[in-house]
């Protein structure tokens, strides 16, 4: 009786361990949350027009325009992304890497954002 019970203490112990110990977070040292984050795309302004996540999370862009915008990643970014130019609907980006991510609305350039992804 006692070295059945042994043994599925040990199956029991093998399974908790397998279960938390076999997941990877690709080596960051933290693991993704996997949040989603909104930004509302208005007439003339992204609300809020700085949004800051963890790496592994995405951004949601849902528009409520009048206007047509887009968001495009700035030229100097080392990120590209682009969604579709329209006044309804959404865009979802999912980030990865640490860093702050400009983008901006290509008709109308003087709307701009920035992402910032910490580590």
């Not at 059945?4 to 076999?22: D, I, P, Y």
């Not at 990643?73 to 979802?92: M, P, R, V």
Request: glycine residues 10%; charged residues 20%.
């Amino acid at each position: 009786m006692l070295h059945r019970t042994t043994k599925l203490a040990a199956l029991a112990m093998s399974a908790v361990l397998l279960a938390t110990g076999c997941s990877s977070d690709g080596g960051s040292g933290s693991a993704a949350s996997g949040e989603t984050v909104r930004v509302h795309v208005k007439d003339m302004k992204f609300d809020p027009a700085v949004v800051t996540i963890q790496a592994g999370d995405s951004v949601e862009w849902i528009w409520e325009a009048t206007l047509p915008h887009d968001v495009v990643s700035d030229d100097d970014s080392t990120f590209e992304f682009a969604s579709d130019l329209q006044i309804e609907g959404s865009f979802t980006q999912t980030f990865d890497t640490p860093g702050e991510y400009g983008y901006h609305c290509t008709p109308h350039p003087t709307m701009t954002g920035t992402v910032i992804v910490e580590g």
